[in-house]
T-cell receptor
Framework: GQSLEQPSEVTAVEGAIVQINCTYQ??????LSWYQQHDGGAPTFLSY????GLEETGRFSSFLSRSDSYGYLLLQELQMKDSASYFC??????????FGKGTRLSVIA | ETGVTQTPRHLVMGMTNKKSLKCEQH?????MYWYKQSAKKPLELMFV???????ENNSVPSRFSPECPNSSHLFLHLHTLQPEDSALYLC???????????FGSGTRLTVV
């Protein structure tokens, strides 16, 4: 079977650092993707981890631990425009991505 | 523009109507997807087309009917919908086996 857990809401202050965790149980796990979706907008791809460790892309970093079935998205130097929903999506072989309910991030001044 | 264009952006339809949602991509991708996004629910995969052939149908009611005439276009035909079908319908495309999906902005559907 498959399961996916991430917090439903997170609030953080502008300029701070926030970590959004994701735990999954996925048969045939291949890698973990992260997507961002602003209200009324399309989900957009942020990052993909196939190997353990940290991948950095500007202010955003994503981490994966395959042995722990765990990953996180790290957002640094938060800006108001980072307020959005963030989805982790574990990939399994050639099957389409399965998304969770997402984490709604609110950045406050 | 994200590279995937969906029309219409908004649609209100009665339960007895028939309508179609359109999705178009010119990214050279060979897989296309329909997802449904309802409030407080995960993105739900509805249909997958790979190389223009349907490869997955996640127990979607027959009142939703997909069509993929070529690798650039995907349709979702709707008929006799229910109010609970009101949602944001998102189209996405990718290269098969890649994890970088490009989504359209969606069609906000309201069934009255």
């Amino acid at each position: 079977g498959q399961s996916l857990e991430q917090p439903s809401e997170v609030t953080a202050v502008e300029g701070a650092i926030v970590q959004i965790n994701c735990t999954y149980q996925t048969s045939g796990f291949y890698g973990l993707s992260w997507y961002q979706q602003h209200d009324g907008g399309a989900p957009t791809f942020l990052s993909y981890n196939a190997l353990d460790g940290l991948e950095e892309t500007g202010r955003f970093s994503s981490f994966l631990s395959r042995s722990d079935s765990y990953g996180y998205l790290l957002l640094q130097e938060l800006q108001m425009k980072d307020s959005a929903s963030y989805f982790c999506a574990p990939g399994s072989g050639n099957t389409p991505l399965v998304f969770g309910k997402g984490t709604r991030l609110s950045v406050i001044a | 523009e994200t590279g995937v264009t969906q029309t219409p952006r908004h649609l209100v339809m009665g339960m007895t109507n028939k309508k179609s949602l359109k999705c178009e991509q010119h990214l050279g991708h060979n897989a296309m997807y329909w997802y449904k996004q309802s409030a407080k629910k995960p993105l739900e995969l509805m249909f997958v087309y790979s190389l223009e052939e349907r490869v997955e149908n996640n127990s979607v009611p027959s009142r939703f009917s997909p069509e993929c005439p070529n690798s650039s276009h995907l349709f979702l035909h709707l008929h006799t919908l229910q109010p609970e079908d009101s949602a944001l319908y998102l189209c996405a495309s990718s290269q098969e086996e890649e994890r970088d999906y490009t989504f359209g902005s969606g069609t906000r559907l309201t069934v009255v």
